[in-house]
């Protein structure tokens, strides 16, 4: 797609939103049922699985760690997710995003209950636009609650930016390629602590700060719909029993 001309008018961005509005999102716990935890996400038109399997053995052994559990994290997109058909398998960009994945979960994880074992986080992202790195965080969130992985608590995140002159929330594909700024941001939305922060392009001081604060206000949005989607899936599993 060619530069739109403008990428805000009247105040409002090219998809109708408001600058501090989330896309419509939607949270599935407990999606697959061959995993032990699983998650779906759709963030605007990202659409992102997330599977969990473990505390299991960790193989190959060499990689296990004495003292605690190794988490271990694989973002994937599908040659499908994108307008120009993705080459299958890993790149850099996929080794970055399942690093920043595993170091935004990591917090709240108690990985030295397992010792010597491993839980793997895989993200699969079916279709892409801006911020698969942030659904796929979501995601793996709930997946690994899902899984009944003990936690601290859950990490919620999205990315914010500016396009043109004003700060945004949640950018979407569009904005994500012309605007100034993409800053994807994971928190643990309850403790007010940053578990990821990546940047791009450049923001005053002052609206770095307004960012974060928007920030926050779009993953305490989402952190209440990863809650309410685990209720769901736990309020469905009683009245099976
Ligand atoms: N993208 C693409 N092909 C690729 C990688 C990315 O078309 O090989 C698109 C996709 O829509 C993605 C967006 O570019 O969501 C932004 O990618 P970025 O690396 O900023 O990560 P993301 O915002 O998805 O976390």
């Known amino acids: 797609m060619d530069k739109p001309e403008k990428l805000m008018i009247d105040g409002k961005r090219l998809d109708g939103r408001s600058p501090e509005e989330l896309r419509p999102f939607k949270i599935v716990a407990g999606a697959l049922e061959r995993a032990d935890g699983s998650a779906y996400v759709e963030m605007g038109n990202n659409k992102v699985f997330a599977a969990v399997y473990g505390p299991r053995e960790m193989h190959p052994r060499h990689h296990a760690l004495p003292d605690q559990a190794v988490l271990r994290c ?28 595993r170091e935004a979960l990591e917090p709240v994880m108690f990985l030295e209950l397992y010792p010597r074992s491993v839980i793997d986080v895989f993200v699969e992202v079916l ?18 609650a899902d899984a009944g992985i003990p936690m601290k608590d859950l990490v919620s995140s999205v990315a914010v930016g500016k396009v043109e002159e004003t700060v945004v929330m949640d950018l979407f594909k569009e904005e994500d390629q012309w605007g100034t700024t993409d800053m994807p941001i ?8 940053i578990t990821l922060l990546q940047m791009d392009g450049h923001f005053t001081e002052e609206e770095f700060k307004y960012a974060l604060d928007l920030a926050s206000r779009g993953c305490t949005q989402i952190y209440e719909a990863q809650r309410q989607a685990l209720k769901e899936k736990y309020t469905m599993r009683k009245e099976e029993e």
């Open 74 to 101: 694989r973002y994937n997109m599908a040659p499908f997710s994108v307008d120009d058909r993705k080459k299958p398998g890993p790149n850099r960009r996929s080794i970055e995003i399942s690093k920043v994945t």
């Open 127 to 144: 279709q892409a636009d801006a911020g698969t790195r942030t659904a796929g965080i979501n995601a793996a969130s709930v997946a690994l």
């Open 186 to 193: 994971a928190m643990i939305p309850r403790k007010k602590a």
